[in-house]
C-alpha cells in the first residue's frame, strides 16, 4: 500500500458521517505538495512532506474535519519553503486555498521573544494577521505537530518554541473554546519549557492516580446503574485526568498541596439534554454529599469562551474527594473544539457570561462564532474581519504597538513615547527610510529617526489619527503660540 493511499483511507475514517465530499481534491493536494517538497527533510532525517505536512493534515482531519481546511494543511509550507507562489496556488486550488496557506506564512513571522508585557499584545496580533479564525486552526495543527516533534530540535530552540507555545497558541485555543486542543499543546510544550516542574507534577499526579484507581472505578459503576435506572438508557462517562500543566498552575497557587485540589480527576457525565443534566446532578448529591461550595453551574452561566457544563465535588466514603461534570453530548462537543466543532446549538444562555476578565476583541470573536455556528457553512464565514481597524507593528526590539487602522509613523511614535514623537524627524519602516506621514500596515517592523532640532507644526497634525498624538501636538503648539507673542 503505497503512503497516500493510507493517509486518504485515515482521512476518510476521520470524516463525520455527515460530510459528504469525496477525497479527489484532498489527493490532488496531496500528489501536488509532495512534488513541491521533493527533496526537503526534516531534522529527524524524514521527508519533509510525509514528515510534517501530512500530518498537520491529519491533525486538521481530527480538529475539523474540512475539505478546503484539509487541503490547504498539505499545502500550508508551498509559499515559505518551496518556489510555489500564491498566484500559482491559486490557479491550482482557487483563492480560498491560496489565501489560507498565505495566511499561515505570515504567521511565520510571529516570535515570543520571552517579554511578558507584550503577551496579550502578540496574541491580538497572531489573529489579527490571521484575518481568518480557519488560519489560527491551521497555525494550531501546525504547532501542535511541531511540539510533537521537539525532540529533534537544538535545546535552546525547544525552549522558545515550548514558551511560544504556553504564552501564546494555548491562551488563544483556550479563547476560541477549543479545550481538547488547550491540553494537548500545554501538555506536549510543558517538559520543555520547565523540566523541573513538569518531573515534579508528574511523580504527584502518577502515586495519586494509584491511590484513587479503586475508588473511582466504584463511583464509576454506581453512577452508571443509578442513571440507567432514572434515565431507562447508559448515559456516556468518562474518566477525564487533568492535563499535566493545568495541574501544575493549580498547584503552584496552592502551595503544592495536593489534597486541596479536586478536580485531580474526574468523572465526566454525558446525557441527553439540560434537563437531565440537572437530574442526574440531583441524583449524584443524593447518593453521596457534595463538598460546599464546589457546585458550578456553567450551564446557566457559561465560562467567557462559551464552556459549558455542570460540575460538583462529592466525598466518595473511603477519603477522596472526586470531581463529577454533567454536560450535554452539544455542550460536551463545544467544549472540547470550540470554534472548530461542527454542531451549532442554540442556547441563549450563551450570550450571558460574566466577562469581565475577557477581553473586547475574542468577545467579538465569541459573538460571532455563536451567532455563525448556528448556520451550516459554520467555518466559512468565521472571518476575524472585525480587526479591520486595528493594526499591530513592532518595535525593533519586538514589542507590539496597538494603532488603529490609517496611523502613521508619527502616531506610533507618539505611542512609543511623547518625546520621541516631538523629535521625530523621520523613521524606517522595515528596513526602508520613510517620511512622518506614512501610514502603517500589520506585521511592519518601525524605527524613529530622532533629531533634537525637529519639532511639532501644524503639518503634523494632518499626519496624525490617534488622539493622543494630536492632543500632544496640539497642546505643543499652543505653548508655542504663546511664548512667540
Ligand atoms: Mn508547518
Known amino acids: ?222 453512577i452508571a446503574t443509578e442513571l440507567y435506572n432514572a434515565f431507562g438508557y447508559s448515559p456516556q462517562i468518562n474518566k477525564r485526568v487533568k492535563g499535566l500543566y493545568s495541574l501544575y498552575k493549580k498547584l503552584e497557587r496552592k502551595n503544592w498541596i495536593v489534597d486541596e485540589i479536586y478536580d485531580l480527576i474526574a468523572l465526566r457525565v454525558i446525557v441527553n439534554n439540560v434537563a437531565e443534566c440537572y437530574q442526574a446532578l440531583g441524583i449524584i448529591h443524593n447518593k453521596w454529599k457534595p463538598v460546599p461550595g464546589r457546585v458550578k453551574d456553567y450551564i446557566a452561566v457559561p465560562k467567557p469562551n462559551g464552556y459549558q457544563s455542570l460540575h460538583t465535588a462529592i466525598f466518595t466514603g473511603d477519603g477522596f474527594i472526586l470531581e463529577i461534570q454533567i454536560r450535554t453530548p452539544q455542550m460536551h462537543e463545544f467544549n472540547e473544539s470550540g470554534v472548530a466543532s461542527h454542531h451549532s446549538y442554540k442556547n441563549s444562555h ?29 467555518l466559512k464565514r468565521l472571518r476575524t474581519d472585525f480587526f479591520q481597524d486595528r493594526i499591530f507593528v513592532f518595535t525593533p526590539r519586538g514589542d507590539v504597538i496597538d494603532l488603529p487602522s490609517g496611523a502613521s509613523i508619527l502616531d506610533f511614535a507618539y505611542a512609543v513615547h511623547s518625546d520621541i514623537g516631538f523629535h521625530a524627524s523621520g523613521g524606517k519602516i522595515n528596513g526602508k527610510y520613510v ?12 524605527e524613529i529617526i530622532t533629531n533634537k532640532k525637529s ?26 503660540a504663546k511664548d512667540l507673542t
Open 350 to 378: 450563551l450570550q450571558k457570561g460574566p466577562n469581565k476578565e475577557s477581553f473586547a476583541w475574542i468577545e467579538q470573536l465569541r459573538e460571532f462564532q455563536n451567532n455563525e455556528l448556528r448556520t451550516a457553512t459554520y
Open 1 to 222: 500500500m503505497t503512503k497516500k493511499s493510507t493517509f486518504l483511507k485515515e482521512i476518510e475514517k476521520l470524516k463525520p458521517d455527515f460530510i459528504e465530499v469525496k477525497l479527489d481534491k484532498i489527493a490532488l493536494a496531496y500528489d501536488f505538495a509532495k512534488q513541491a517538497h521533493k527533496g526537503q527533510y526534516r531534522e529527524n532525517g524524514q521527508e519533509y512532506f510525509v514528515g510534517h505536512s501530512v500530518p498537520v493534515a491529519i491533525h486538521i482531519a481530527e480538529i475539523s474535519w474540512d475539505e478546503t481546511l484539509i487541503c490547504a494543511a498539505l499545502l500550508h509550507d508551498l509559499i515559505e519553503d518551496t518556489e510555489v507562489t500564491y498566484s500559482i496556488l491559486t490557479k491550482e486550488f482557487g483563492k480560498d486555498i491560496a489565501t489560507l496557506v498565505e495566511g499561515v506564512s505570515k504567521l511565520g513571522k510571529l516570535k515570543y521573544q520571552g517579554n511578558e508585557r507584550h503577551v496579550e499584545s502578540l496574541r491580538k496580533f497572531f489573529v489579527s494577521i490571521a484575518q481568518d479564525v480557519r488560519v489560527v486552526i491551521l497555525k494550531l495543527a501546525d504547532r501542535w505537530h511541531n511540539l510533537e516533534t521537539l525532540q529533534y530540535l537544538p535545546v535552546e530552540k525547544q525552549q522558545r518554541i515550548a514558551l511560544e507555545s504556553i504564552m501564546i497558541y494555548a491562551p488563544l485555543a483556550s479563547r476560541m473554546g477549543m479545550g481538547k486542543l488547550v491540553t494537548i499543546i500545554n501538555d506536549l510544550a510543558f517538559p520543555y519549557a520547565y523540566p523541573a516542574e513538569y518531573a515534579r507534577t508528574k511523580t504527584i499526579i502518577s502515586s495519586q492516580l494509584k491511590k484513587a484507581d479503586s475508588t473511582i472505578q466504584k463511583i464509576y459503576r454506581n
Open 435 to 446: 517620511g512622518l506621514k506614512s501610514k502603517l500596515s500589520s506585521g511592519d517592523i518601525v
Open 455 to 480: 519639532k511639532p507644526s501644524d503639518k503634523w497634525l494632518e499626519y496624525c489619527v490617534t488622539s493622543s498624538a494630536i492632543g500632544k501636538i496640539r497642546r505643543y503648539l499652543k505653548v508655542e
